[in-house]
């Protein structure tokens, strides 16, 4: 898959406040600055049965609402480097309690999942800027219509596509956002897909990087996680 933006594909435990700081400066900003799989919805939102059902993927067809670039407007930090400190042992640990998979297998998942080098996005009105090493491309976008997408275990996903019309070459011609909400909700957290195949990115399904509110310390992701 070729991208403009470079993403390597294949496949937030307390972090301290310093920790916090690490993963702020290496997004690219300070938080100090900034306005205000396993992942929904506002910190402390607490979902109703028919959300959860959602959340996992279960829904129908005539739920699916169109949705606009307001709904992910933000300043937005990447989980993976909380996920390369530690930050989000505790989280991996509580998985493989639960799950089928050793705490150390579960980080490989989402050490695959999560990885990116674009580790801070700023969404304003129609303009989305990626930040790679502390530089920004930005471009302008306009929506694309939405897909629904049946996984393997029978669930279902809805990725949300907007275009590129304007700004830096750099900037990706498709972004698709996926955040296991299918109608008009402010996202507490997404998962983004980007380069300039529109399908081809349908078809990604293990490299999925993250993203939570920049001003979100290790902590409040770890909170959030854990909610869900």
Sequence with gaps: MQKILTRVTGAVALGSLLLAATAAMAAGGDKSAAHSHDHGHDHGHQMTEAEKQIYKGYFEDAQVKTRT???????????????????????????????????????????????????????????????????????????????????????????????KTGGDEAAPQFIQFSDHSIAPVKAGHYHLYWGND??????????????YPFLMDGGDIVEEMAAH
């Design 69 to 163: 670039l307001s709904d992910w407007e933000g300043d937005w930090q990447s989980v993976y480097p909380y996920l390369l400190n530690g930050s989000l042992d505790s989280v991996m640990a509580e998985k493989a309690a639960h799950g089928d998979k050793t705490a150390a297998e579960y980080r490989a998942y989402y050490e695959i999942g999560y990885k990116t080098d674009v580790n801070r996005i700023v969404i304003k009105s129609d303009s989305v800027a990626f930040y790679k090493d502390g530089k920004p491309a930005e471009g302008t976008y306009v929506s694309d219509g939405h897909e629904i997408l049946t996984y393997k275990k029978g669930n279902r996903g809805v990725r949300y596509i907007f275009k």
């Design 198 to 211: 529109r399908k081809a990115l349908l078809d990604e399904v293990t490299n999925w990087p993250t993203y």
